[in-house]
Every structure is written in structure tokens, then in C-alpha cells.
């Protein structure tokens, strides 16, 4: 078995033993009750919601490579993004909707650099978005647990905070690894993005109009799931929705499941019983989540089959494109001083 296919296998297991262990403890007949009775109104309002979201998602991207020096257009950043989605929320494969924006963005005539550290850039901007959001909403959330809870909670976000820190000032620093190690193109390629980072993060005039889109990334799929939560008549605020959605998305990009199945679930019922809503409760919340999420990226598939290059399928074979940056064309395209 190639490691492809033993990666996805992997990837169904994790999604199927999540779901059973949820399964173990949850009234089946009250969750498809509740989501018989879902308000219409509501769930049309949440997909709209979810559907500014791609353009919200594509402008983030878009602006993350003009601040480092790659730029693509807007209307094409958001084209490829809504693509991205497509494949991250639909196919069961192990090409991600990450690895297709960088390929499709080098085919559309970024270098391999920016087509790379943009998409990784991206998505360091919405976690540290996210970092910024939970903190800033704890004064507000916290009185809403209990003591316990909060006891807990209060040492995990400051060192999540610290590593926050700790990890940017890392990022930042990828270039001033010893010379030894750039005999390697994996580290001088590790030294270009320390680059872009300084970049983006050390020139507020940049940072500051990417970093207010991937706040508004969270507070869009904060608002989007309490627009669901009310459709489902829980008991629940847009604050809580504000703290706890963040998180789960965050677990979500870790790619050990089928589009975040299984993953989302648990983590949806944990997060949202630290607040008293039902298992039940939460479990159709998240269910319903990924299906609004799923249905709406569809059209993006249509899209790369409208926009897709002659002979292009879905095996997007990502990795080869290291080995067309020759070394000698890495080692001028930008200096550590730089």
C-alpha cells in the first residue's frame, strides 16, 4: 500500500473511531429531532454567512501575498481559494485544499516561494487572529464556567499566548540558521520563509489589514454557527459562539480526518459542554456545520473543472514542484540579510 492511500486509510480511521466514541453517549432519536426542527429561516442566513466567508478567506490570502511581494489578483486569489475549499470540505483524499492553492497559484504564474509562503503565511495570520480573538473575549466569557473550568483554562491561554510569541519569533528567525545547514534545500527554502514572515509581521502597514480579515474570518464562522445554534433553539450567546468556535476550528486544520469529521464533532461537544449544552445538542450543531459547509463548496468544484489546465486531474503532485526551483536560482532569489 503507498503511503497515500495508508495515509487516508489512516485519515478514515480517526474519523470513524471519533464518531463511534461520540456515538457511545448520545440520544440518536433527540439529535434527529432536533435537527428535524431546525428553523429554515435560519439555516438560509447561516449558508449566506458561510458564503461571504470565501470571499473574506480569498481577500485575506490575496493581501498575505502582496505583502510579500508575490501578488496575485483579488478576483483570482478568491477563485482559488473557493477551489481550496472544495477540495478541503468534499474529496476524502489526501490533497488538501492548502497543497491545491499552492500549486494552482504557481501555475498561475507565482514562483514557487510565494506560492508556498503565502499559504502558510495565511494561515499562521488566522491562528494568531485566533489567539488574539479568544484572549480578548476571556473577560467576557470566563464568568460564564465554573471556577474549575476557569482554573484550567486561565493557565492554558497564557501559554498558548507564550507560544503564540515564541513560535512567531521563531518563524522569524528560519534564515539565521548556521550555514551548515544550507547545503540543504529544505532549509534554505525554510530561510525564505523567515523572510516573508519579517515582512508581513514586522511592517504594521501590512500586518494590520491582513490580521482585521482573519479576525473577521472568526467572527464570520462564530456568527455563522450561532445562526445554526438558534435554528436548533440552544441556549447559547453570539460571545460563546465568539470563544468556543475559534477553537474548533483550529483543531480542525490538523489533518488527521476526513475534512475535519469526527474531529470537529468532538471537539464541538466538548467545547460547548463547558457551557451546559447538551451532547445531543451539540453534536447536531457541529453536524450541521460541516454540512452547510460541504454543500456550499461544492460550486468551487465546478469552478476548477470550468478553470482547470489542459490534462490537470486531482492528483495535484505538490511535492515535485521543489524540484523545479534549481538550487543555484534558490540561493539568488534572496540573501538571509534581506
Not at 70 to 75: D, N, T, V, W
Not at 258 to 285: C, K, Q, S
Amino acid at each position: 500500500m503507498s503511503k497515500k492511500w495508508l495515509a487516508l486509510a489512516l485519515k478514515f480511521l480517526v474519523s470513524g473511531f471519533l464518531i463511534w466514541f461520540l456515538a457511545r453517549g448520545i440520544d440518536f432519536a433527540d439529535a434527529v429531532e432536533r435537527l428535524a426542527q431546525v428553523d429554515p429561516g435560519m439555516l438560509v442566513a447561516a449558508m449566506l454567512v458561510l458564503l461571504v466567508q470565501t470571499c473574506i478567506g480569498g481577500l485575506r490570502w490575496g493581501m498575505t501575498l502582496r505583502a510579500i511581494g508575490a501578488p496575485l489578483s483579488m478576483a483570482k486569489s478568491i477563485q482559488l481559494f473557493y477551489i481550496g475549499s472544495f477540495f478541503s470540505q468534499v474529496l476524502p483524499s489526501s490533497v488538501g485544499g492548502d497543497a491545491v492553492r499552492m500549486y494552482k497559484s504557481y501555475r498561475a504564474g507565482l514562483e514557487l516561494r510565494g506560492a508556498v509562503n503565502g499559504v502558510i503565511l495565511e494561515r499562521v495570520i488566522t491562528v494568531v487572529a485566533l489567539v488574539v480573538l479568544v484572549v480578548g473575549s476571556q473577560p467576557w466569557f470566563l464568568p460564564r464556567v465554573d471556577e474549575g473550568t476557569r482554573a484550567l483554562m486561565v493557565p492554558g491561554i497564557v501559554l498558548i499566548v507564550v507560544g503564540t510569541i515564541v513560535g512567531l519569533v521563531a518563524l522569524m528567525a528560519l534564515d539565521r540558521l548556521p550555514e551548515m545547514f544550507r547545503r540543504w534545500r529544505v532549509f534554505r527554502g525554510l530561510g525564505f520563509l523567515g523572510v516573508d514572515a519579517r515582512r508581513l509581521f514586522l511592517n504594521p502597514g501590512k500586518l494590520f489589514p491582513v490580521l482585521v480579515l482573519g479576525l473577521l474570518t472568526h467572527i464570520n464562522m462564530s456568527f455563522c454557527v450561532f445562526l445554526l445554534a438558534m435554528g436548533l433553539e440552544l441556549s447559547v450567546t453570539w460571545l460563546d459562539c465568539l470563544v468556543l468556535v475559534p477553537p474548533v476550528l483550529m483543531v480542525m486544520t490538523v489533518p488527521i480526518s476526513i475534512g475535519g469529521w469526527g474531529v470537529r464533532e468532538t471537539a464541538m461537544v466538548t467545547m460547548f459542554g463547558l457551557i451546559g449544552v447538551p451532547n445531543e445538542g451539540a453534536l447536531v450543531l457541529s453536524v450541521l456545520f460541516g454540512l452547510v459547509g460541504m454543500v456550499l463548496s461544492l460550486p468551487g468544484g465546478l469552478v476548477w473543472l470550468a478553470t482547470r489546465d489542459k490534462g490537470e486531474n486531482m492528483d495535484f503532485k505538490t511535492p515535485d514542484l521543489a524540484s523545479e526551483m534549481p538550487s543555484e536560482e534558490a540561493e539568488n532569489q534572496i540573501t538571509p540579510s534581506n
